[in-house]
């Protein structure tokens, strides 16, 4: 997985490079949180966004906007009262994005065992358990 990180480093360092061309400042949080995202949606999923460069992708969007939902009083109902959440069926994420990456899942997961493709992502290692645990 070193070489998913090397190569959201790599992309990391042209959007610094292209921030800095002009000598104007440069807005670190925004890169920092694209190099995030690009690392995780690369690490877990084998998908390359680029969220810097391109913050439209369906992707970045649905993934920002489950940090971006007012969810606080969640948090605390959960943390106080878990069991009552668990009854009320309360979500602390937007059950759309929810919807949206478990069906990114389930489609990679399908391609994957239809093409026999492997990857180098938690993904993959999580698929290999469970062909392991059903073969025993």
């Known amino acids: 997985m070193m070489d998913i990180f090397k190569e959201c ?15 104007s400042p440069v807005e670190v949080k925004g890169i920092y949180g694209g190099y995030s995202m690009d690392v995780i949606a690369s690490s877990a999923f084998s998908t390359k966004i680029d969220s810097h460069r391109n913050p439209e992708n369906l992707f970045a969007i649905t993934a920002r ?21 668990q009854l009320l069926r309360i979500s602390i994420f937007p059950p759309k994005a929810i919807h949206f990456f478990r069906d990114v899942t389930l489609q990679i997961i399908e391609e994957r065992k239809r093409t026999g493709q492997t990857r180098n992502d938690f993904l993959q290692l ?6 392991e645990e059903s073969d025993d």
């Open 126 to 131: 999580l698929m290999d358990t469970t062909k």
């Open 65 to 85: 906007s489950v940090f971006r939902n007012n969810f606080s009083w969640r948090f605390i109902m959960l943390f106080l009262f878990p069991k009552l959440v």
């Open 9 to 23: 480093a790599e992309t990391l360092v042209e959007n610094f490079k292209t921030a800095t061309k002009d000598g």
